[in-house]
Every structure is written in structure tokens, then in C-alpha cells.
């Protein structure tokens, strides 16, 4: 019925486009309040005639996850439009893709003539995409979201997490936003400088990341 805590304070630094690192208990809604303010912008502040393309990354660890967070988003999709219809104003309902070790060569053809907004992947098959022909198709990403990020912090996972997100940013030739989510992230300042990038171990991480810590979590 009303905001959780992290995303109270998470939806403000995001709206504003800086990168943000987010630190909550499980069940407080921190994937909402990574994809909220994309939600908002792909379907309420972008012309219905703009040219689409991939504009937000969702990197999960895991595949089952992947599908988890694909299947719920469809709620805030659909709540989304039907207030918008019910309110008269004109929305867009964003495509959303899969890409995965379990995605089909239909599914991965589809992708390459007609990209979804919004991409649900694994860093391994994200790196395989930069490294293909579909890559092109991401060259007009504005966000990455790094779910479970703690679990990057692993040398397997981080290496190819960081190795892909890079990659990514190169393609695009912008700096991305990047928001970093899990329950179990520390310390905190290593995990962020991991999300910042390349780019926050030059500039320092308070430039880069915003950290955003939930009461509860700070108390845990």
C-alpha cells in the first residue's frame, strides 16, 4: 500500500540518474525499486513514435532468477497502463527479452530484428551477446541493474560481471547508470567501488555510486 524503505530512499538518487548501490533485507521490494523509475521513464516519458531499443539491463546470477524477475514485472507493467488508461494518459508498453543459457534460437533470432526495451539476462550470456552480432542492439543501453551483487564479488562471477558491464559501457560510449541490489553486501565501500566500474576507480566512489542504506539493514 505505500513505498518500502529502500525504495523511498533508493527512487530519488535514481531519478536523478546517478548510480546507485542499494543494501535491504529480502521481501522489501528492491528490484521495483531498480526498475520503477525505467518503468516510468520507457512508458510515460517517451514518445509512443520514438525509436526503440534496449535500453535497460537486468544482470542476474542465476537463470531461474531471471525468470523470477521476468514474470514479475509484468504486474507493475500492467498496473502501470491500466492506471494510465483509466487517468487518459497515453502510455507504452515496453517489450521485455530473455537471454540465457535456456533461450531458444527463435527467441535469440527475435531478439536480433526486434530488441526488447528492457533485457533480462546472466553476465555469461550478456558477454556472449556483446560478442556477437546482436551486440549492436545494446548500443542504446542507459542502465544496468547488477541483482545480487555480492555474489559478483566471487572471482568467477566478478570477473565476468565486470568484464561484460565494461564491455557494455564501451559499446554504448556513455558513462551507464548502474544499480547494484542484494541483502548481504560487505563492507559497502569495497562493493561499490566493484559497481563503479573502471570509471569510479578513477574518479573515487562518492562521485560515482550513491549508497543507499535502509534502516533495517543498517540495524541488522
Given amino acids: 500500500d505505500a513505498p518500502t524503505a529502500p525504495q523511498i530512499e533508493g527512487w530519488p538518487a535514481i531519478a536523478r540518474g546517478e548510480s546507485t548501490l542499494i543494501l535491504a533485507p529480502t521481501g522489501t521490494g528492491k528490484t521495483l525499486t531498480a526498475f520503477l523509475w525505467c518503468l516510468d521513464k520507457l512508458m510515460l516519458r517517451t514518445p509512443a513514435d520514438a525509436a526503440r531499443g534496449c535500453r535497460v539491463v537486468y544482470l542476474s546470477p542465476l537463470r531461474a532468477l531471471a525468470a523470477d524477475v521476468e514474470r514479475n514485472l509484468r504486474s507493475p507493467l500492467a498496473g502501470i497502463a491500466n492506471m494510465a488508461k483509466r487517468d487518459g494518459v497515453a502510455v507504452r508498453i515496453p517489450e521485455i527479452s530473455m537471454r540465457t543459457g535456456d533461450t531458444t534460437q527463435k527467441e535469440r533470432a527475435r531478439f536480433r530484428r526486434h530488441p526488447g526495451e528492457i533485457l533480462i539476462t546472466t553476465p555469461e550470456s550478456l558477454y556472449l551477446l556483446l560478442t556477437s552480432e546482436a551486440g549492436e542492439a545494446l548500443r542504446t543501453v542507459e542502465t544496468v541493474i547488477v541483482d545480487e551483487i555480492h555474489a559478483r564479488m566471487a572471482i568467477k562471477f566478478g570477473v565476468e560481471s565486470a568484464g561484460a558491464v565494461?564491455?557494455?559501457?564501451?559499446?554504448?560510449?556513455?558513462?551507464?547508470?548502474?544499480?547494484?541490489?542484494?541483502?548481504?553486501?560487505?563492507?559497502?565501500?569495497?562493493?561499490?567501488?566493484?559497481?563503479?566500474?573502471?570509471?569510479?576507480?578513477?574518479?573515487?566512489?562518492?562521485?560515482?555510486?550513491?549508497?543507499?542504506?535502509?534502516?533495517?539493514?543498517?540495524a541488522g
Fill in 166 to 218: 565494461e564491455r557494455l559501457e564501451s559499446l554504448t560510449g556513455r558513462r551507464l547508470q548502474r544499480i547494484g541490489l542484494s541483502a548481504t553486501q560487505r563492507p559497502l565501500e569495497e562493493v561499490a567501488r566493484f559497481l563503479g566500474g573502471a570509471e569510479g576507480q578513477k574518479t573515487g566512489v562518492k562521485d560515482v555510486v550513491a549508497e543507499v542504506v535502509t534502516k533495517e539493514a543498517a
